[in-house]
C-alpha cells in the first residue's frame, strides 16, 4: 500500500495530479482513492489531496501518515512533513521549498526544480507533472503509460492541446 499526500497551492494542479494517481493506480488493476480537500481561496489558497493505492481493499480514504509527500511550496512543507512516516520520501518543488536538517534525518528527501524545469519547458503550469514523472521513476507506483493516459481522462476536450507540453513534463521529470 503507497499512501501519497499532494500538497501545494490553489492553481499549482495539486488535485490534478492526485487524479492521475489514483486513475493510473486504477489502470494498474490496484485499489485506489483519492480525497481532495481545497482551502477557502481556490487559486493561491491552500490545496492537497490524498491517495491511496493498494493491492488490497482500502477501508478509509483518510491519511494520517503517509509514505510519500509530494510537496509543491514552503507552507505545505512546514505543515505536512512532520507526518510523514519515518522511513518515508519527500518530493520536493526545489524552485520553492526549502528542506532543513531535521527532515533529511527522518526521511528520504528527492528534490525536484519543478519551476525552472517547466519554465524552461516554455509553460510554468506543467510543474506539476514534473513532480509526479519524479514521483513515478521514485517509487514505481506510478506507471508512465498510465500516467500520460490520465492526462485525456482529467483533461477537459478544450485542453487536449496541453497534452503533449504535460507529457514532455512528466518525462523530464522521469528522467531527472
Do not use: W
Amino acid at each position: 500500500m503507497q499512501r501519497i499526500l499532494t500538497a501545494g497551492f490553489g492553481g499549482q494542479g495539486i488535485v490534478s495530479m492526485g487524479k492521475m494517481l489514483a486513475y493510473a493506480g486504477m489502470k494498474d488493476g490496484k485499489h485506489v482513492s483519492a480525497l481532495p480537500s481545497y482551502g477557502p481561496e481556490m487559486r493561491g489558497g491552500t490545496a492537497n489531496c490524498s491517495v491511496i493505492i493498494s493491492e488490497r481493499e482500502i477501508a478509509s480514504p483518510f491519511i494520517s501518515h503517509p509514505d510519500t509527500l509530494i510537496v509543491m511550496n514552503q507552507a505545505s512543507l512546514d505543515k505536512f512533513s512532520k507526518l510523514v512516516l519515518s522511513d518515508g520520501l519527500i518530493i520536493t518543488n526545489s524552485s520553492l521549498v526549502k528542506i532543513d536538517k531535521d527532515i533529511r534525518t527522518r526521511t528520504r528527501v528527492v528534490e525536484v526544480p519543478t519551476n525552472d524545469m517547466a519554465i524552461e519547458l516554455g509553460n510554468l503550469k506543467v510543474a506539476n507533472m514534473i513532480v509526479l514523472g519524479a514521483f513515478a521513476r521514485e517509487t514505481g507506483e506510478a506507471k508512465m503509460d498510465f500516467l500520460k493516459t490520465a492526462l485525456e481522462k482529467i483533461f477537459p476536450p478544450r485542453r487536449h492541446n496541453l497534452i503533449p507540453i504535460n507529457i514532455k513534463a512528466l518525462e523530464r521529470g522521469f528522467k531527472i
